[in-house]
């Protein structure tokens, strides 16, 4: 029986956090299927027709929730490596009168683990706690093995204390700080390791990169020159709030996806472009997944409701209804420069995805990530496992789907970075409330600082269909003045 024959659909179980979980950190390696479930807290393992399932005990006692929220994977030789957190054991507070729910954070441990694929065997290589009743240690979000120096690089950004950069022995389990810069994930380019650099907080905003140098292990620091991201926008419009959501290499250059589109860095020249993409100033973005290289490309998908909140808490209510508001289906996206593919439309979020043969096996959930006083004694969402066709993904034209812009969230900022590629009819309606002018800006993923083609349609009082097959690539828009009152659909067929 092949691994991904085994999957299926699990719906909600004990597992106190806020909303929902995942599938989280896919990793397909000599037989096995690996993956964490949460926030059920369970790594599991299957190889043929065996499902191990390994709940976190060498941490602490039970009830166990969390596990892995970032995809913290990688494999060498006959092991896998995987990271993440759990709570060891969890601890449900209840609710509050006014429907509001926490958990305490005490027992939140950072993890490392090792599987012996040979041994079938699961050994605690690292745990950590700051025993706090609202905070945490950093979390372990990736795990990327240096093949020069045989150890782990592990990256800690979510969190309230010892976050950065650390390298790990892999055999002893212990670490060293490499850096005090806060990142989420990292890539391996030449004999580089690069991390970025991101500010703590809820919205972690990227801002640069740092290199470690495998051979003479010197760490250099790279911020961008422009933080608004607009003096290398190919469009010329800046981003807001950049959240770092996962990172990749191909072609010598840095990929690193984030709230508003995909930043990259030429090592060679040093230069840097930012590439606007699925920007709707909302929640929607790369968040909590991952980007595979597949046919010397990149693959990524770019997620609808990978954060939200109930109970108002500390985050302002206009930043709340960015959070909530479903903008469009989350979508994979497949990049090979200068053009970007979508493959595949699904719901609310993809969290990780994996490679055997010619199947893809995704990871998907119905919930977001919720706030602080939205905790629950389960998982509240229903997560599955999918299996298709690569190959038939690949060569299928792409799917039909519908974006729903929200008028007042983009007034009269940049927005879109919709991929037109396989397109016969995609078109952008709007229904305005005054006359005014649209621009609109064609590009591709160029890996150049190039300018964008632009262009200037008149809109009327009214509704206004912009037929965009004349367009080619990836287009982008700006209206000429703000209508909040607007009603925006971007509708490819």
Not at 8 to 36: A, D, I, M, N, Q
Not at 93 to 107: C, L, Q, R, V, Y
Not at 236 to 265: D, H, K
Not at 268 to 295: H, M, Q
Request: overall charge neutral.
């Amino acid at each position: 029986m092949k691994p991904f024959e085994r999957l299926h659909v699990y719906p909600p179980r004990y597992g106190p956090e806020w909303g929902s979980g995942g599938v989280f950190g896919l990793k397909y390696h000599r037989g096995v299927l690996y993956y964490t479930l949460a926030f059920e807290a369970e790594a599991h393992f299957i190889r043929d027709d065996v499902d191990h399932v390994y709940r976190f005990e060498q941490v602490g006692p039970a009830p166990h929730s969390g596990g892995d929220t970032y995809s913290a994977v990688d494999a060498v030789d006959e092991y896998i490596y995987f990271g993440g957190w759990v709570h060891a054991p969890a601890v449900y507070k209840g609710k509050n009168p006014d429907g509001s729910a926490t958990i305490d954070f005490k027992n939140k441990y950072s993890h490392v683990h090792e599987y012996d694929v040979n041994e079938d065997r699961v050994r605690l290589l690292w745990k950590e706690s700051i025993h706090r009743d609202k905070e945490w240690a950093g979390e372990i979000s990736n795990i990327l093995y240096d093949p020069v120096n045989d150890q782990l690089l592990l990256s800690r950004l979510d969190g309230h204390a010892n976050l950065g950069v650390y390298s790990m022995d892999r055999r002893s389990g212990s670490i060293k700080k490499l850096s005090d810069v806060p990142s989420l994930k990292s890539t391996l380019i030449h004999d580089l390791a690069c991390f970025e650099m991101s500010r703590a907080g809820i919205f972690p905003a990227v801002y640069g990169l740092q290199f470690l140098d495998l051979v003479n292990k010197k760490l250099e620091m790279v911020k961008v020159p422009d933080e608004t991201f607009s003096t290398f926008s190919l469009d010329g419009g800046p981003v807001e709030m950049p959240t770092i959501g996962t990172m990749a290499s191909a072609y010598l250059r840095v990929f690193t996806f984030l709230r508003g589109g995909l930043l990259t860095y030429d090592v060679v020249e040093r230069t840097w472009t930012f590439i606007r993409l699925f920007d709707f100033l909302s929640g929607y973005g790369p968040f909590r997944t991952v980007a595979l290289n597949l046919g010397g490309g990149v693959l990524v998908a770019f997620n609808a409701f990978t954060h939200g909140v109930w109970h108002l808490s500390s985050i302002p209510k206009e930043m709340v209804r960015r959070l909530n508001f479903i903008v469009g289906p989350s979508v994979l996206l497949y990049i090979t420069p200068p053009t970007a593919r979508i493959l595949l439309a699904l719901g609310a979020r993809i969290t990780s995805f994996e490679r055997i043969g010619d199947t893809l096996v995704l990871g998907t959930s119905t919930v977001a990530n919720l706030g602080g006083l939205d905790a629950t004694p389960i998982d509240s969402g229903y997560r599955e496992l999918l299996a298709v066709s690569l190959s038939r993904l690949l060569s299928s034209p792409p799917p039909s789907l519908e974006f729903l812009v929200p008028a007042d969230f983009i007034l009269d900022k940049h927005f879109g970075g919709i991929p037109l590629l396989g397109y016969r009819d995609p078109r952008l309606i709007i229904r305005t409330s005054k006359d005014m002018k649209l621009e609109i800006y064609e590009y591709g993923v160029f890996l150049e600082p190039l300018e964008a083609y632009k262009d200037v349609v008149s809109l009327r009082k009214g509704r206004n269909i912009i037929e965009l097959s004349g367009y080619q690539g990836i287009v982008s828009f700006r209206l000429s003045e703000p209508d909040p009152k607007a009603i925006i659909r971007i509708r490819l067929q």
